[in-house]
């Protein structure tokens, strides 16, 4: 049995990992296949009628869909506040403020101005939203099996942040082409006004390279901004059902659960802005300027520079991330995926820490 305070300490601390020895305990053996879909899912629901078996090819595929939709729909709909946010960052002398980049925007262009680059954003986040959403599944699955599950109980914030940097490595891969045709249309007045015109005028002159050169700021950008966006939604989901919500999830209306998660994803999203902020201001300068590297622009914006625009992105982002983990978890409602429960320490963990007979 150990002492009372390093059991408090063990089940009140969200996020380090845990610095003791468990005590041995004999525990029938379970297969691999039997125990694979039921870590972080343990009570995935037996009693709810679910359409599909969590972890199955149908249960990722939709997943993936609900991705494509909750990233294509959103970042399409905010296109003219990431228009002016991202003119304020690359042309800070003439765009003064959010307000002031509206106006100069709609008298220079008109309304539909503002909706330019609207195109390759659907495309593009569409594509990362399938693989953001789709591969943090798997990998959240694949390396809970290789943890066990105790471990995944204990390390399950290290566990998240591995997954979704993983999902989000490969989602950066297919958004990264749609991006600087994206940022080339709304930061380069009179270079083009559409996808098609953008693509091929960008590959005449600087080749294949010119989609691809921005994919290691996106890295920098998209990895820390994922890793916040699914580790701090996890975590704040477990604490709303834990401390805010005055009942437990099981007993929650589907739309009161989707409450929970659109709150989650809103106080994700603004940290999400916070953190991955100065590597969107080299993205966007660095998809503007002919030639420049990351380290050149980093250099040209200095420690003020990477900061223009905070405000507006985290009103974006912050909107953004919790529609979009409102319309996922509404699509997996709608396809009746199973949506596990915020996770709970293992009977035999409880065990081994004395915390049960």
């Known amino acids: 049995m150990y002492p009372a305070t390093l059991t408090q300490l063990a089940r009140a601390n969200p996020f380090s990992a845990p610095l003791f020895t468990l005590q041995k305990v004999e525990e029938p053996q379970h297969s691999l296949h039997g125990s694979r879909s039921r870590r972080l899912a343990a009570a995935a629901t037996a009693e709810e009628d679910v359409s599909c078996e969590f972890g199955s090819s149908k249960y990722y595929a939709l997943c993936g869909f609900g991705g494509i939709l909750s990233c294509g ?3 399409t709909a905010v296109v ?4 002016v946010k ?3 960052q690359v042309n800070p002398d003439k765009y003064k403020s959010i307000g002031n980049g509206f106006s100069v925007t709609v008298r220079e262009d008109g309304v539909r101005g503002l909706a330019k680059g609207w195109a390759p954003t659907f495309i593009g986040y569409s594509m990362q939203g399938l ?3 789709g591969f943090y599944e798997v990998f959240k699955i694949l390396y809970s099996d290789l943890l066990g599950e105790e471990n995944t109980y204990l390390w399950r914030t290290s566990l998240y942040l591995a997954a979704s940097a993983s999902a989000e490595f490969f989602a950066d891969i297919a958004l990264a082409p749609m991006e600087a045709v994206k940022v080339r249309i709304q930061t380069q007045p009179g270079y083009a006004n559409t996808l ?3 693509v091929p005028k960008m590959f005449a002159e600087e080749g ?5 050169k921005g994919v290691v700021p996106l890295w920098m950008r998209q990895i820390p901004y994922t890793m916040m966006k699914f580790a701090c939604f996890e975590r704040t989901v477990e604490m709303l059902y834990k401390y805010v919500v005055p009942k437990p999830r099981s007993e929650c209306s589907k739309s009161e659960q989707l409450v929970v998660t659109f709150v989650a994803g809103y106080i994700a999203g603004v940290f999400c802005a916070i953190v991955s902020h100065p ?4 993205v966007s300068v660095l998809n503007k300027e002919k030639g420049s590297t990351a380290v050149q622009v980093l250099k040209k914006l200095g420690p003020k520079g990477v900061w223009k625009g905070l405000i507006a992105r985290i009103i974006m982002i912050g909107t953004l991330t919790a529609l979009q983990w409102f319309i996922y978890d509404s699509v997996k409602v709608y396809f009746r995926l199973p949506r596990p429960p915020p996770p709970e320490m293992p009977e035999s963990l409880k065990k081994k820490l004395g915390l049960t007979e």
């Open 73 to 75: 729909l959103t970042h």
């Open 80 to 83: 003219p506040l990431d228009l």
């Open 86 to 88: 991202c003119r304020l």
């Open 131 to 133: 693989c953001k959403f």
């Open 196 to 198: 098609r015109e953008c």
């Open 208 to 212: 294949l390279w010119a989609f691809y």
């Open 279 to 282: 590597a969107d201001s080299v």
